[in-house]
Protein backbone atom coordinates (compact mmCIF):
# COMPACT_ATOMS: atom_id res chain seq x y z
CA UNK A 1 0.00 0.00 0.00
CA UNK A 2 1.37 3.06 -0.69
CA UNK A 3 2.05 6.42 0.77
CA UNK A 4 -0.31 8.35 -0.72
CA UNK A 5 -2.98 5.89 -0.42
CA UNK A 6 -2.22 5.37 3.80
CA UNK A 7 -2.46 9.49 3.73
CA UNK A 8 -5.77 9.78 1.75
CA UNK A 9 -7.61 7.12 4.07
CA UNK A 10 -6.47 9.06 7.13
CA UNK A 11 -7.92 12.34 5.49
CA UNK A 12 -11.14 10.92 4.95
CA UNK A 13 -12.71 10.97 8.48
CA UNK A 14 -11.04 14.74 8.85
CA UNK A 15 -12.95 15.87 5.97
CA UNK A 16 -15.74 14.36 6.64
CA UNK A 17 -15.81 15.84 9.89
CA UNK A 18 -15.16 19.61 8.43
CA UNK A 19 -18.52 18.57 5.89
CA UNK A 20 -20.45 17.93 8.53
CA UNK A 21 -19.36 20.77 11.02
CA UNK A 22 -20.05 22.99 7.65
CA UNK A 23 -23.40 21.70 7.35
CA UNK A 24 -24.02 21.78 10.63
CA UNK A 25 -23.22 25.53 11.13
CA UNK A 26 -25.27 26.31 7.75
CA UNK A 27 -28.36 24.39 9.30
CA UNK A 28 -28.24 26.72 12.63
CA UNK A 29 -27.72 29.47 11.14
CA UNK A 30 -30.99 29.05 8.54
CA UNK A 31 -32.76 27.77 12.10
CA UNK A 32 -31.49 30.78 14.05
CA UNK A 33 -32.69 32.81 10.61
CA UNK A 34 -35.89 31.27 10.85
CA UNK A 35 -36.59 32.28 14.58
CA UNK A 36 -35.28 35.83 13.83
CA UNK A 37 -38.09 36.17 11.09
CA UNK A 38 -40.57 34.39 13.00
CA UNK A 39 -40.05 36.70 15.57
CA UNK A 40 -39.93 39.98 13.19
CA UNK A 41 -42.98 38.75 11.62
CA UNK A 42 -44.80 38.30 14.43
CA UNK A 43 -46.38 41.81 14.97
CA UNK A 44 -48.08 41.89 11.84
CA UNK A 45 -49.28 38.47 12.01
CA UNK A 46 -50.79 39.41 15.39
CA UNK A 47 -52.38 42.16 13.57
CA UNK A 48 -53.61 40.55 10.59
CA UNK A 49 -55.39 37.66 12.85
CA UNK A 50 -56.78 40.83 14.94
CA UNK A 51 -58.56 42.06 12.00
CA UNK A 52 -60.22 39.25 11.12
CA UNK A 53 -62.05 38.66 15.08
CA UNK A 54 -64.74 39.43 17.01
CA UNK A 55 -64.51 42.51 19.51
CA UNK A 56 -65.02 39.49 22.40
CA UNK A 57 -61.96 37.23 20.59
CA UNK A 58 -59.57 39.87 20.55
CA UNK A 59 -59.51 40.49 24.22
CA UNK A 60 -60.03 36.86 24.92
CA UNK A 61 -57.45 35.53 22.66
CA UNK A 62 -55.02 37.89 23.59
CA UNK A 63 -51.60 37.18 21.84
CA UNK A 64 -53.02 34.16 19.76
CA UNK A 65 -52.86 34.83 15.70
CA UNK A 66 -55.80 32.25 14.89
CA UNK A 67 -59.26 34.02 15.39
CA UNK A 68 -61.88 31.35 16.11
CA UNK A 69 -64.55 33.31 14.16
CA UNK A 70 -63.35 35.13 11.09
CA UNK A 71 -65.19 38.78 10.76
CA UNK A 72 -64.46 40.14 7.48
CA UNK A 73 -67.29 42.82 8.40
CA UNK A 74 -64.46 44.31 10.12
CA UNK A 75 -63.07 45.48 6.78
CA UNK A 76 -65.92 47.02 5.33
CA UNK A 77 -66.87 48.47 8.64
CA UNK A 78 -63.06 50.03 8.92
CA UNK A 79 -63.86 51.43 5.33
CA UNK A 80 -67.11 52.91 5.72
CA UNK A 81 -67.87 53.65 9.31
CA UNK A 82 -64.35 54.91 10.65
CA UNK A 83 -63.74 56.52 7.09
CA UNK A 84 -60.68 54.84 5.93
CA UNK A 85 -61.68 54.75 2.18
CA UNK A 86 -61.90 58.66 2.32
CA UNK A 87 -58.77 58.50 4.23
CA UNK A 88 -57.05 55.95 1.72
CA UNK A 89 -57.83 57.54 -1.40
CA UNK A 90 -56.46 61.14 0.23
CA UNK A 91 -53.04 58.93 0.52
CA UNK A 92 -53.53 57.69 -2.85
CA UNK A 93 -53.86 60.92 -4.39
CA UNK A 94 -51.11 62.89 -1.98
CA UNK A 95 -48.51 59.50 -2.58
CA UNK A 96 -48.90 58.96 -6.39
CA UNK A 97 -48.36 63.02 -7.14
CA UNK A 98 -45.67 62.74 -5.08
CA UNK A 99 -44.36 60.21 -6.59
CA UNK A 100 -44.83 61.49 -10.76
CA UNK A 101 -43.86 65.30 -9.61
CA UNK A 102 -40.37 64.21 -7.71
CA UNK A 103 -39.40 61.34 -10.51
CA UNK A 104 -39.68 63.87 -13.03
CA UNK A 105 -37.80 66.94 -11.42
CA UNK A 106 -35.56 64.79 -9.82
CA UNK A 107 -34.66 63.04 -12.98
CA UNK A 108 -33.82 66.06 -14.67
CA UNK A 109 -32.03 67.89 -11.90
CA UNK A 110 -29.86 64.78 -11.78
CA UNK A 111 -29.15 64.15 -15.68
CA UNK A 112 -28.20 68.32 -15.67
CA UNK A 113 -25.74 68.02 -13.03
CA UNK A 114 -24.10 64.61 -13.97
CA UNK A 115 -23.91 65.96 -17.46
CA UNK A 116 -22.56 69.53 -17.26
CA UNK A 117 -19.83 71.47 -15.01
CA UNK A 118 -20.06 75.21 -13.94
CA UNK A 119 -18.27 76.98 -11.53
CA UNK A 120 -19.04 76.52 -8.43
CA UNK A 121 -20.65 73.12 -8.71
CA UNK A 122 -19.37 71.45 -5.94
CA UNK A 123 -20.47 74.26 -3.51
CA UNK A 124 -23.94 74.01 -4.61
CA UNK A 125 -23.63 70.11 -4.04
CA UNK A 126 -22.28 70.79 -0.80
CA UNK A 127 -25.03 73.25 0.05
CA UNK A 128 -27.79 71.55 -1.26
CA UNK A 129 -26.29 68.28 0.68
CA UNK A 130 -26.67 70.16 4.01
CA UNK A 131 -30.05 70.44 3.46
CA UNK A 132 -30.68 66.72 3.71
CA UNK A 133 -29.09 67.23 7.67
CA UNK A 134 -32.27 69.91 8.54
CA UNK A 135 -35.20 68.14 10.70
CA UNK A 136 -38.66 68.89 9.57
CA UNK A 137 -39.62 70.69 12.66
CA UNK A 138 -36.92 73.25 11.89
CA UNK A 139 -38.22 74.46 9.13
CA UNK A 140 -42.03 74.15 9.58
CA UNK A 141 -42.77 77.63 10.33
CA UNK A 142 -41.30 79.13 7.55
CA UNK A 143 -42.56 76.66 4.92
CA UNK A 144 -46.07 77.11 7.12
CA UNK A 145 -45.68 80.40 5.93
CA UNK A 146 -44.92 80.33 2.28
CA UNK A 147 -47.90 77.44 2.16
CA UNK A 148 -50.27 79.98 3.90
CA UNK A 149 -49.20 82.92 1.41
CA UNK A 150 -49.94 80.51 -1.62
CA UNK A 151 -53.43 80.17 -0.18
CA UNK A 152 -52.81 76.64 0.04
CA UNK A 153 -53.40 75.52 3.69
CA UNK A 154 -55.91 72.95 4.17
CA UNK A 155 -56.00 72.02 0.67
CA UNK A 156 -54.38 68.35 0.10
CA UNK A 157 -52.12 70.53 -2.87
CA UNK A 158 -49.98 71.64 0.06
CA UNK A 159 -49.53 68.35 1.39
CA UNK A 160 -48.44 66.74 -1.76
CA UNK A 161 -46.06 70.64 -2.67
CA UNK A 162 -44.24 70.11 0.73
CA UNK A 163 -43.65 66.13 0.72
CA UNK A 164 -42.44 66.49 -2.82
CA UNK A 165 -40.18 69.09 -1.74
CA UNK A 166 -38.47 67.06 0.70
CA UNK A 167 -37.68 64.51 -1.38
CA UNK A 168 -36.19 66.17 -4.03
CA UNK A 169 -32.51 66.31 -2.45
CA UNK A 170 -32.20 62.59 -2.12
CA UNK A 171 -33.92 61.69 -4.83
CA UNK A 172 -31.78 64.06 -6.88
CA UNK A 173 -28.57 62.48 -5.49
CA UNK A 174 -29.53 59.26 -6.68
CA UNK A 175 -30.05 60.28 -10.44
CA UNK A 176 -26.94 62.33 -10.45
CA UNK A 177 -25.02 59.17 -9.45
CA UNK A 178 -27.31 56.86 -11.98
CA UNK A 179 -26.52 59.14 -14.58
CA UNK A 180 -23.08 59.60 -14.05
CA UNK A 181 -22.06 55.60 -14.45
CA UNK A 182 -24.01 55.21 -17.47
CA UNK A 183 -21.74 55.24 -20.79
CA UNK A 184 -21.73 58.17 -22.65
CA UNK A 185 -21.69 56.20 -26.18
CA UNK A 186 -25.15 56.02 -26.49
CA UNK A 187 -25.87 59.52 -25.88
CA UNK A 188 -22.60 60.71 -28.11
CA UNK A 189 -24.67 58.74 -31.13
CA UNK A 190 -27.65 60.95 -30.67
CA UNK A 191 -26.15 63.88 -30.30
CA UNK A 192 -24.26 63.10 -33.63
CA UNK A 193 -27.54 62.45 -35.02
CA UNK A 194 -28.78 65.81 -33.96
CA UNK A 195 -30.03 65.70 -30.75
CA UNK A 196 -30.07 68.81 -28.56
CA UNK A 197 -29.15 68.56 -24.26
CA UNK A 198 -33.36 67.82 -23.75
CA UNK A 199 -33.83 65.37 -26.50
CA UNK A 200 -31.02 63.34 -25.21
CA UNK A 201 -32.85 63.20 -22.10
CA UNK A 202 -36.27 62.85 -23.00
CA UNK A 203 -35.44 60.10 -25.82
CA UNK A 204 -32.43 58.42 -24.43
CA UNK A 205 -31.37 59.05 -21.31
CA UNK A 206 -35.10 59.03 -19.45
CA UNK A 207 -36.49 55.23 -20.67
CA UNK A 208 -32.98 53.77 -19.59
CA UNK A 209 -33.38 54.98 -16.19
CA UNK A 210 -35.80 52.82 -15.34
CA UNK A 211 -34.37 51.38 -12.55
CA UNK A 212 -33.57 54.10 -11.12
CA UNK A 213 -36.87 55.65 -11.40
CA UNK A 214 -38.57 52.02 -10.33
CA UNK A 215 -36.23 52.79 -7.25
CA UNK A 216 -36.92 56.81 -6.23
CA UNK A 217 -40.74 55.97 -7.03
CA UNK A 218 -40.72 53.50 -4.24
CA UNK A 219 -38.24 55.38 -1.90
CA UNK A 220 -40.92 58.06 -2.35
CA UNK A 221 -44.26 55.85 -2.00
CA UNK A 222 -43.46 54.68 1.11
CA UNK A 223 -42.26 58.09 2.54
CA UNK A 224 -45.56 60.09 1.35
CA UNK A 225 -48.02 56.74 1.84
CA UNK A 226 -46.55 56.88 5.58
CA UNK A 227 -46.27 60.60 6.13
CA UNK A 228 -47.77 61.87 9.45
CA UNK A 229 -45.96 65.48 10.61
CA UNK A 230 -46.99 66.59 7.05
CA UNK A 231 -50.44 65.86 6.59
CA UNK A 232 -50.92 66.24 9.92
CA UNK A 233 -49.81 70.10 10.03
CA UNK A 234 -51.34 70.98 6.77
CA UNK A 235 -54.70 69.87 6.87
CA UNK A 236 -54.82 70.16 10.40
CA UNK A 237 -58.30 72.23 9.99
CA UNK A 238 -60.45 69.79 7.25
CA UNK A 239 -60.88 66.33 8.66
CA UNK A 240 -62.03 65.19 5.56
CA UNK A 241 -58.53 65.54 3.69
CA UNK A 242 -56.86 63.54 6.52
CA UNK A 243 -54.69 60.57 5.26
CA UNK A 244 -54.53 57.41 6.53
CA UNK A 245 -51.91 57.87 9.31
CA UNK A 246 -53.23 61.18 10.85
CA UNK A 247 -56.89 59.20 10.60
CA UNK A 248 -55.60 56.35 12.40
CA UNK A 249 -54.54 58.67 14.93
CA UNK A 250 -57.41 60.53 15.19
CA UNK A 251 -59.53 57.42 15.53
CA UNK A 252 -57.77 56.65 18.14
CA UNK A 253 -58.32 59.89 19.76
CA UNK A 254 -61.76 60.42 19.31
CA UNK A 255 -63.34 57.63 19.74
CA UNK A 256 -63.55 54.39 22.28
CA UNK A 257 -61.03 52.63 19.94
CA UNK A 258 -62.41 49.77 18.31
CA UNK A 259 -59.31 47.65 18.09
CA UNK A 260 -60.66 44.99 15.20
CA UNK A 261 -61.25 48.45 13.36
CA UNK A 262 -58.16 49.92 13.60
CA UNK A 263 -56.45 46.54 13.11
CA UNK A 264 -58.38 46.18 9.76
CA UNK A 265 -57.03 50.32 9.02
CA UNK A 266 -53.40 49.24 9.90
CA UNK A 267 -53.53 46.48 7.33
CA UNK A 268 -55.54 48.68 4.35
CA UNK A 269 -52.69 51.27 5.05
CA UNK A 270 -49.75 48.66 4.94
CA UNK A 271 -51.35 46.74 1.74
CA UNK A 272 -50.36 49.13 -0.58
CA UNK A 273 -46.49 49.59 0.60
CA UNK A 274 -46.28 45.96 0.32
CA UNK A 275 -48.02 45.80 -3.54
CA UNK A 276 -45.75 48.26 -4.22
CA UNK A 277 -42.43 46.87 -2.93
CA UNK A 278 -43.18 43.55 -4.45
CA UNK A 279 -43.59 44.81 -7.80
CA UNK A 280 -40.67 46.76 -7.82
CA UNK A 281 -38.21 45.13 -6.07
CA UNK A 282 -36.34 43.27 -8.93
CA UNK A 283 -35.63 46.83 -10.50
CA UNK A 284 -34.62 48.54 -6.82
CA UNK A 285 -31.42 46.52 -6.04
CA UNK A 286 -30.04 47.75 -9.96
CA UNK A 287 -30.91 50.97 -9.20
CA UNK A 288 -28.82 51.27 -5.75
CA UNK A 289 -26.14 49.62 -7.56
CA UNK A 290 -26.67 51.99 -10.09
CA UNK A 291 -26.29 55.00 -8.02
CA UNK A 292 -23.67 53.24 -5.73
CA UNK A 293 -20.91 53.02 -8.76
CA UNK A 294 -20.48 56.33 -9.38
Same mark, same amino acid.
Given at each position: ???????D?QQ???????K???????G????I?LVGG?I????F?W??GS???????F?D??????????E??NY?N???EAS #??Q?FF??? @???G? &??IV???? /????????????F??????L?L???T????H??????????V??L??L??????I?V??A???????FL???YF??????I?????V????F????W?????L?????????L?T #?I?A?NS?? @???VF &?LG????? /???V??YA????NS??W????A?S???L?PIM????????YF?S??E??V??
Amino acid at each position: MSVSSITDKQQRPRRSFYKFRQKGGIGLTHLILLVGGLIWMYPFLWMLGSSLKTNADFFDQGLNIFPRQIEWSNYVNAWNEAS #FGQYFFNTA @IVAGT &TVIVVMIF /TAMAGYALARTNFPGKKLLLGLIALTLFLPHGYTIIPVFDVVQRLGLLNTLASVILVQAAGGMVFSTFLFMGYFSSMEREIEDAARVDGANFNQRFWMVMFPLAGPMLATVALFT #FIGAWNSFF @IPLVF &TLGVPELR /TLAVGMYAFIAENSTNWTYLAAGSVITLAPIMAVFILLQRYFISGVEGAVKS
